[in-house]
């Protein structure tokens, strides 16, 4: 099932095989995250104006770094899939062209890869700002990995897990298709978790007890990692294993720059 522990994918390649190039980008600004924005439930936000530029921007600066792709990959959140629309766009080069036709580079939507929800839509649409961040910090200071907060909300042990079914279905897909290198656009918090499971578990594929310790490990990492709408996150799959880049951010101008 989706969030199990049961590892998909070996954590490393086969002998041979050419490494695998992840790269993960968050979406752009969403109506979520303007200033007087009202809580907006699962994945309905879209993007701004702001989050159309930052995704033009991230999508140019893509196909610079990556090789020719004929899909892009994405969460099935709006705010993913939209900004995954313009890096098809960038990559498509009949599109670029003027050539007449459908668009070549398709937005392949896979599951896991949304945003981790924890707390419920339902309990704390009507709280003020203040009152939420108090629900935040009593979520993470509690840290409770199996506590799930409503019927819309998901536990930490679930979403951790899940982060890495997300990755591993990627993987088991290009390796099945043939292709060294894959976008996946994405959101903060599965970036962080991502990240996280990489440089810290010994192997993250193997089977993981969740617990509290490491919800607060991860958090203490998490809250001191800053990323900014269309960071690029890459990973790489080797024979010895997996590895990350750092976050990159400066194709992202000053002025398109938002958290």
Known sequence: MPGSNESKLPPKL????????ILLVRHGQSTAQEPDAKAQVFGEACLTELGHRQATVAAQAARELMPKLTKIHSSHYRRAWETADFFAYAFDDDFEQ???????????????????????????????AKQRLTEVKSYWEDANAVHIDGPDAESFKYFFTRTGDALAALALNMLDEEQEAAILVT??????????????????????????PLMRRFYQFADTLRVPNTSFLPLFLHESGWSAGGLMTAHIPLNLRTL
């Open 187 to 212: 959101h903060g918090w599965f970036m962080r978790a991502a990240l996280f499971r990489i440089l810290t578990l010994d192997d993250m594929w193997r089977d993981q007890y969740v617990d509290g």
């Open 98 to 128: 003027g050539k007449p036709g459908a668009k070549q580079v398709r937005v392949e939507k896979i599951e896991n890869a949304h945003e981790f929800t924890y707390l419920s839509h339902v309990r704390t649409q009507h709280l003020d």
């Open 14 to 21: 086969p002998s041979g095989r050419p490494p695998l190039r």
